[in-house]
């Protein structure tokens, strides 16, 4: 019974753990939702020119119309808001990404500051840096005058 106690807080310290790495950061919540607004208004915005090559070809086929050139006028507005859309959601995309990047290094950085070896808060100065009592640091060269 103690074995499976043992198996179990294993499995559920692991599963935290696994849950905790794959909580995204806040900057990669706002790239993904950048991305969303950006492909909405990219396929808003191709949809729209669609419709407008359509109205060209009819144009086309009957120019006497009236009715499809102010179609054609309309649509032509709406892709001009659409790309104008397409162009903020973009630079606000390519924001949210550097900010993520400095985020990344940021993490990065403490993690390479955490793998530096820390100093033992226990000894004063440069003793602070010895691993055992008898260890000699760099610099320090025991001669054979030194009597203990």
């Known amino acids: 019974m103690t074995q499976s106690r043992v198996k179990y807080g294993m499995l559920l310290v692991a599963g935290l753990l696994s849950a905790c790495a794959n909580h995204p950061s806040p900057q990669q919540t706002m790239v993904d939702d950048r991305y969303l607004v950006y492909e909405q208004t990219y396929k808003a915005y191709a949809e729209a020119e669609k ?9 086309e086929r009957m120019p006497e119309e009236e009715e499809l ?71 320090e060269v025991q001669g054979k005058n030194q009597q203990w």
């Open 51 to 59: 419709k407008y090559l359509n109205l060209l070809f009819n144009i």
């Open 69 to 139: 050139w102010i179609m054609k006028r309309d649509q032509m507005l709406e892709l001009l808001q659409l790309r104008d859309l397409m162009l903020q959601a973009r630079g606000e995309l390519d924001d949210a990404v550097q900010d993520w990047e400095k985020h990344l290094q940021e993490v990065q950085a403490e993690a390479k500051q955490s793998q530096i070896k820390q100093y033992n808060p226990n000894f004063p100065g440069r003793d602070g840096q010895r691993t055992s009592p008898g260890q000699l640091l760099p610099g």
